[in-house]
């Protein structure tokens, strides 16, 4: 029997559907005033401009007020740091979002540990990372709880469940291990020194693929009935791929995202849900 695929569109537009009608509410508890997201983008990658472009129509079409800085390729770090400074003192601005990757020239990590945790929409700031950490309340990284809503959606409740998170990065793999353990999942993190990876992805339950390797995981590999969580984006010439070799897993998996169409819509959602909770926080 083939696996449910979950569809991370229509997961992503419930969210924003939410998400919009908090907007609403806070409007109407503040004389209509509307959360705020500045964007920051330095320079002029293509892939990069169309991923803020992107963030900034989201921002706009669940209501809220989108602010957009842009800066010269040529930009130092002292001028990036400032202009973070403005926007950490201006009001109007619930959630800072400085868009990855930054000109060689600038220290990324000078730069995320400039904006206030309280608008950190990324979820990237050591602060938020230590109340993730400590299962603490505070604003998570986008992805990694976009993968939680869709887990949700399909049904695959972490309690109890062996989870495997194939990658250790600091924007998907060790949050979502956070977020999973919270959840009262046994959660095994695999990673390029991993012994034996496909023994250790077969006992999950919960098997979530994000390492940026095409295909990388096998039929073979994955626990029949398994919640499978595809997070990779490859361009390669047979068009964008997962980590996940869709077509086998399919066959094996109980629930399987895809690529595109699977996690990659959630992470732009849960950015507009982490600018609202930012913005209450702001107003408590």
């Known amino acids: 029997?083939?696996?449910?695929?979950?569809?991370?569109?229509?997961?992503?537009?419930?969210?924003?559907?939410?998400?919009?009608?908090?907007?609403?509410?806070?409007?109407?508890?503040?004389?209509g005033r509307v959360p705020g997201l500045a964007t920051v983008l330095v320079g002029d990658d293509p892939a990069s401009e169309v991923y803020v472009a992107n963030k900034r129509k989201g921002t706009e079409e669940v209501g809220m007020h989108s602010i957009h800085h842009g800066l010269g390729a040529s930009?130092?770090?002292?001028?990036?740091?400032?202009?973070?400074?403005?926007?950490?003192?201006?009001?109007?601005v619930d959630g800072i979002l400085v868009q990855l990757p930054l000109p060689e020239q600038i220290d990324q990590d000078a730069v995320i540990a400039a904006i206030d945790p309280a608008k950190d929409v990324d979820g990237l700031t050591v602060g938020s990372a230590g109340l993730l950490a400590q299962g603490r309340p505070g604003l998570v990284p986008c992805t990694p709880q976009g993968v939680m809503e869709l887990l949700a959606h399909a049904g695959a409740d972490p309690d109890g469940a062996e989870a495997v998170v194939v990658g250790r990065s600091i924007l998907v793999g060790r949050p979502l291990a956070s977020l999973l353990l919270?959840?009262?999942?046994?959660?095994?993190?695999?990673?390029?020194?991993?012994?034996?990876?496909?023994?250790?992805c077969r006992?999950?339950?919960?098997l979530v693929a994000a390492v940026g390797s095409p295909r990388l995981v096998r039929a073979d590999w994955v626990k029949p009935r398994a919640a499978v969580i595809d997070v990779g984006m490859n361009?390669?010439?047979?068009?964008?791929?997962?980590d996940v070799d869709?077509?086998?897993?399919?066959?094996?998996?109980?629930?399987i995202t895809p690529v595109p169409g699977g996690v990659g819509?959630?992470?732009?959602?849960?950015?507009?849900?982490?600018?609202?909770?930012?913005?209450?926080?702001?107003?408590?």
């Open 1 to 31: 029997m083939s696996a449910v695929v979950i569809d991370g569109r229509a997961v992503a537009a419930e969210v924003r559907e939410r998400v919009a009608h908090e907007v609403r509410e806070l409007a109407a508890a503040d004389h």
């Open 75 to 92: 930009a130092t770090e002292p001028e990036l740091v400032d202009l973070v400074a403005d926007l950490n003192a201006d009001d109007e």
């Open 182 to 200: 919270n959840a009262n999942a046994t959660v095994t993190v695999c990673h390029s020194r991993t012994a034996d990876l496909a023994a250790v």
């Open 203 to 206: 006992r999950a339950d919960i």
């Open 235 to 242: 361009r390669t010439d047979d068009g964008l791929v997962g």
């Open 246 to 255: 869709f077509a086998a897993v399919s066959e094996v998996a109980g629930a």
């Open 265 to 284: 819509p959630m992470t732009i959602a849960m950015l507009l849900q982490n600018t609202v909770r930012a913005a209450r926080g702001r107003r408590a």
